[in-house]
């Protein structure tokens, strides 16, 4: 089985990326970010103290998280249920950014991710699979943009969506979910010292699917 690690801050558009590559290749994408984000889901609908390591832990062992394919597309289960739909809004991946610095939410999705690895040709996405989780993953990349680039097309999103965003505040969001993941003490975000650096600020999506699939092309 083949991996492809990529990892980079929130925003660098690595999803985008990781699904066009898994397809050109014929590989799975799994979406960490989305494991992290239903645990969080969970923590704040059952209202969790994320500093009280006892509950913690005892929320964390009563969870069961799922990866799960269906019509191509990862669906996260949790406990059951499908908690997909729930996953990407910005308190919950504010509070993922939080909850994922804690070792029982770490340890909670170490192995799943390892066992989907070991199961299949993936291309994972994440903040540490080319450091931590797949270590050995025939290719690294490490995709980034300027934190104004990377506010500035999380604000378009939401403008098409219909909303009135404050661009000032997405990027103070970006940056402080960046500190966040960079700085903690388990599995921070950094490049591998084996990582292909791309950074797509001044890249559209197909060269940077480009540049990916010639990096894979090399290492395959
Ligand atoms: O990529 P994302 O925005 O969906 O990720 C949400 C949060 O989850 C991110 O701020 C940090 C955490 N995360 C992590 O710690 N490790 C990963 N492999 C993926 C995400």
């Known amino acids: 089985m083949a991996s492809i690690a990529i990892d980079g801050p929130a925003g660098a558009g690595k999803s985008t990326i ?16 989305a494991l992290y984000r239903a645990i969080a889901y969970d923590l704040l609908k059952n209202d969790v103290d994320i500093d009280d390591e006892k509950a913690l832990s005892a929320a964390c062992d009563g969870m069961q ?4 394919y269906e019509d191509g597309l990862q669906q996260v289960y949790l406990n059951g249920e499908n908690v997909t739909p729930f996953l990407r809004t910005e308190e919950t ?6 909850s994922s610095a804690k070792a029982p939410v770490r340890a909670a999705l170490l192995e799943l991710q390892r066992d989907m690895a070991r199961r299949f040709d993936v291309v994972m996405d994440g903040r540490d699979i080319g450091t ?13 943009a300027s934190s104004k680039e990377r506010a500035s097309r999380r604000y378009k999103e939401l403008v098409e969506k219909g909303e009135s965003p404050d661009f000032d505040q997405i990027e103070a969001d970006i940056i402080e979910r960046d500190q966040r993941d960079m700085n903690r003490e388990i599995a921070p975000l950094k490049q591998a010292e084996d ?26």
């Open 65 to 68: 998280v799922e990866i799960r």
């Open 18 to 33: 990781a699904k066009k590559v898994a397809k050109e290749l014929g590989f799975i994408y799994v979406d960490t970010g």
């Open 93 to 98: 991946g504010n509070m993922a950014s939080k």
């Open 132 to 144: 931590n989780v797949l270590p050995a993953a025939e290719v690294k990349i490490y995709l980034t």
């Open 195 to 220: 990582a292909v650096l791309i950074d797509s600020s001044d890249m559209d999506i197909d060269e940077v699917t480009a540049a990916i699939l010639a990096a894979a092309k090399e290492r395959l």
